[in-house]
């Protein structure tokens, strides 16, 4: 079964940092991207980053751009998110998502992590 | 800032037909790029339900279908279910961005 776990999210205070984790099993981690994509409660769906399959690249929403950090270890088929100078509008369920092979769509997703920046 | 936008609800009767539009650009849609949707029930997770503008995956009843023209994509639900109660979202690419982007969502109830 394709499964995707993410953990790593808790409270932090304005400026803080914090470091996401996915761990992905059930299919073949390198041959795909993947993504970060955050839900404010009770709001809509944001896409904050994505790294393709060796993490030679990567992508970032301008709301996250050089405070967010993505990285992904295949060894450990494990994909990452370092938070840095977080700001109370960065409070969210953080899910991680896998990017299909041929398209630009997000199947599976986890089952998400809270991070919530509060003083 | 979702730059895709969608109705904030819509509502039928068990057994109705109803569908949701997702409107974009000259950069996302309108732009070639395939739109995409998701479902997501109270307190779970997104759930792919139409890929590629308009393909199901395995397990995703017939009674959902998707469409897309010019800068616009449709989802249609027929046969309304008690338990398609949810939020809908699209999804495409934007090529000004660089990135994906998502629809604002729709909430589906069913009377």
């Known amino acids: 079964e394709v499964q995707l776990v993410e953990s790593g999210g808790g409270v932090v205070r304005p400026g803080g940092s914090l470091r996401l984790s996915c761990a992905a099993s059930g299919f073949t981690f390198v041959d795909y991207g993947m993504s970060w994509v955050r839900q404010v409660p009770g709001k809509g769906l944001e896409w904050v980053s994505g790294?393709?399959?060796?993490?030679?690249?990567?992508f970032y929403a301008d709301s996250v751009k050089g405070r967010f950090t993505i990285s992904r270890d295949n060894a450990k088929n494990s994909l990452y998110l370092q938070m840095n100078s977080l700001r109370a509008e960065d409070t969210a369920f953080y899910y991680c998502?896998?990017?299909?092979?041929?398209?630009?769509?997000?199947?599976?997703w986890g089952q998400g992590t809270l991070v919530t920046v509060s003083s | 800032q979702s730059v895709l936008t969608q109705p904030p609800s819509v509502s039928g009767a068990p057994g109705q037909r109803v569908t949701i539009s997702c409107t974009g650009s000259?950069?996302?849609?309108?732009?070639?790029?395939?739109v995409h949707w998701y479902q997501q029930l109270p307190g779970t997770a997104p759930k792919l339900l139409i890929y590629g503008n308009k393909y199901r995956p395995s397990g995703v009843p017939d009674r959902f279908s998707g469409s897309k023209s010019a800068t616009s994509a449709s989802l249609a639900i027929t046969g309304l279910q008690a338990d398609d109660e949810a939020e809908y979202y699209c999804q495409s690419y934007d090529s000004s961005l660089s990135g994906y982007v998502f629809g604002t969502g729709t909430k589906v109830t069913v009377l």
């Open positions: 000259s950069s996302n849609i309108g732009a070639g790029h395939d």
């Open positions: 998502a896998r990017v299909a092979m041929i398209g630009n769509w997000f199947d599976p």
């Open positions: 790294i393709n399959w060796n993490g030679g690249s990567t």
